[in-house]
DNA sequence: CCGAGAAAAGGGATATATTCCTGTCAGCAA
DNA sequence: TTGCTGACAGGAATATATCCCTTTTCTCGG
């Protein structure tokens, strides 16, 4: 289900995470600032006007953006997951839908013409180690006796869970909020507000958490 | 990113799912038969031509679909996993507390007797599928595009963070406060106050998630 | 083989999203 | 103030997706 209020709410939403306008965003995809316009949402008459597909496609492009990342704003209250029922060695996957759960026959295995087997990238050789998290100092996030897998070769990004290790301090598990010419902020795992800044030159290393057992 | 391609592909694949051609889907929307027409999909100087926003809308109405799966078979390159988890068997971990630092070498190896080999509880007959998790509905725990390994054969404990899927709804994403004889009772991954009780019969299956990438 | 029905090609007409234009308004800086 | 910029409204022109119609092709029963 798409509706037209929803597609235009994840037209303003993208274009809100990109720090744009919609006419900004319009711009930006090369097309007319007025596209997106409030006032050519609706005809005169009242009825509703919908975006091209070939103006999403484009908005997309310019901002780097998937499709799954765009629908993803559309309705949150439907929160859809994807599932890709995976053994670890690589599987049968399907997606999911909300209204047809993906399907399991009554073994409980996945069943039906949605799965298809899921590739995975290959993964280049990694220097990974753990950590097994002891205490409660990382709930909501992490539990006492979860496991992270950290790897200090893939890139880190914003947003992305990290294991920092200050120079003239022990390793710390934060979160990346945003990196600077200078240096970089963090966020503590706990969601609280305090932020913590260190210079470039002030951090030994770095890696990312990319896996975590629950 | 949503190509000309992907997206014609996309319609093809619903209205096969339906077991409807191209034309019955459209038929089936309200549209006229020949929109979707293979010799409608490029100009006659072969320039693309894109369906409409509105006849998607349509489409998926008159299918039931969502958008999450209707785009779910559109952008295999957009869910990255980094990792297998069968692949951290062996690696070496530590414990991550305040009082302790673990050793690392010159060269940023794991070094020291704090660290020993990652054991993974044996999962050969285990059922294990995936979800991706899609939107910022279960922040601060789980972001957009990580995907969470799931086990239905792992024993569910308080506390555990599940997929439970109630016998008339679908699949959701919780944490096991605690269970009573007759009843589980559930609290949201965001942490909100809100509880949810399910009878033990109303719930058709649960698995645990046991990894989760980051 | 023959006919019925559906799918699909092809072309003209229509509907509508986008573009292009002008103008108003708000915010900001000199 | 003045000038500049961007957001936005509104209208006309253009571009293009859909609709409508006809014809052809294909499949399936008889």
């Known amino acids: 289900m798409l509706s037209h209020e929803q597609i235009w709410a994840a037209i303003d939403a993208l274009a809100k995470r990109h720090g744009l306008?919609?006419?900004?965003?319009?711009?930006?995809?090369?097309?007319?600032?007025?596209?997106f316009n409030p006032?050519?949402?609706?005809?005169g008459d009242?009825?509703?006007?919908?975006?091209?597909?070939?103006?999403?496609s484009k908005i997309l492009e310019a901002t780097g953006e998937?499709?799954?990342?765009?629908?993803?704003?559309?309705?949150?209250?439907?929160?859809?997951v994807t599932a890709r029922p995976e053994a670890f060695a690589g599987i049968p996957v399907a997606a999911f839908s909300s209204e047809a759960d993906a399907d399991f026959d009554a073994k409980g295995a996945p069943t039906g013409p949605a799965w298809e087997?899921?590739?995975?990238?290959?993964?280049?050789?990694?220097k990974l180690f753990a950590l097994s998290v002891e205490g409660d100092g990382l709930l909501p996030v992490?539990?006492?006796?979860?496991?992270?897998?950290?790897?200090?070769?893939?890139?880190?990004?914003?947003g992305d869970r990290v294991v920092v290790k200050p120079k003239n301090s022990q390793m710390t598990l934060l979160c990346l909020e945003?990196?600077?010419?200078?240096?970089?902020?963090?966020?503590?795992?706990?969601?609280?507000?305090?932020r913590l800044q260190l210079g470039h030159e002030d951090v030994d290393w770095m890696g990312r958490i990319v896996w975590a057992s629950q």
């Open 142 to 158: 992490y539990r006492h006796g979860d496991v992270v897998v950290i790897s200090r070769k893939t890139p880190v990004r914003t």
């Open 66 to 80: 998937s499709v799954g990342r765009f629908v993803a704003g559309l309705d949150p209250e439907e929160r859809t």
């Open 39 to 43: 006032s050519k949402r609706f005809a």
């Open 178 to 194: 945003h990196r600077t010419a200078k240096a970089y902020v963090f966020k503590a795992l706990s969601g609280a507000s305090a």
């Open 117 to 126: 087997p899921l590739t995975l990238p290959p993964r280049k050789a990694d």
């Open 46 to 56: 009242g009825r509703p006007r919908w975006p091209s597909t070939e103006s999403l």
């Open 21 to 35: 306008t919609s006419s900004g965003l319009a711009k930006r995809a090369g097309l007319d600032p007025t596209t």
